[in-house]
C-alpha cells in the first residue's frame, strides 16, 4: 500500500488540525490503519488506530484521547486525523501506515509497514 499523507502546518495551541493520509495499491480495506508520530529526538510513537472491520472499532494513545478522532473512509480509500485542542508537545511528522496485526497488539509501532512521507504538524504555545 502507497501513502501519502497531508494537512499538517502550524497551529497556535488550542487550535485545530485535519490529516488526511490517501491509499492506493493494495486493497486499503483489508488493513487496520494508523497514525503514529515522530517529535524531534524522540521515537516514534503511536497517536491512533481505526479497525479494518465494519465497524470501525478505534483506539488512542493516553496522551490524544479526548481530543483526536481517527476516521476511515474505505471508499475513498483515505483515513483521517482530526486534532483538537491541540498542545505544544503534539507537535511531530505524522505518519499514517497500515498493519495487519492482532487487534490486541494494534499500538505497537513495530507492526506497522507501508509507512507514508510523513507531514509536519508544529503547534505553537
Known amino acids: 500500500v502507497q501513502l501519502q499523507a497531508s494537512g499538517g502546518g502550524l497551529v497556535q495551541a488550542g487550535g485545530s488540525l485535519r490529516l488526511s493520509c490517501e491509499a492506493s495499491?493494495?486493497?486499503?480495506?483489508?488493513?487496520?490503519a494508523g497514525w503514529l508520530r515522530q517529535a524531534p529526538g524522540k521515537e516514534r510513537e503511536f497517536v491512533a488506530a481505526i479497525n479494518r472491520s465494519g465497524y470501525a472499532s478505534t483506539r488512542y494513545a493516553d496522551s490524544v484521547k479526548g481530543r483526536f478522532t481517527i476516521s476511515r473512509d474505505n471508499a475513498k480509500n483515505t483515513v483521517y486525523l482530526q486534532m483538537n485542542s491541540l498542545k505544544p508537545e503534539d507537535t511531530a511528522v505524522y505518519y499514517c501506515?497500515?498493519?495487519?496485526?492482532?487487534?490486541?497488539?494494534?499500538?505497537?509501532?513495530?507492526?506497522?509497514?507501508?509507512w507514508g512521507q510523513g507531514t509536519l504538524v508544529t503547534v505553537s504555545s
Open positions: 501506515a497500515v498493519t495487519q496485526i492482532l487487534w490486541a497488539y494494534v499500538e505497537d509501532t513495530r507492526q506497522y509497514f507501508d
Open positions: 495499491g493494495r486493497t486499503f480495506r483489508n488493513f487496520h
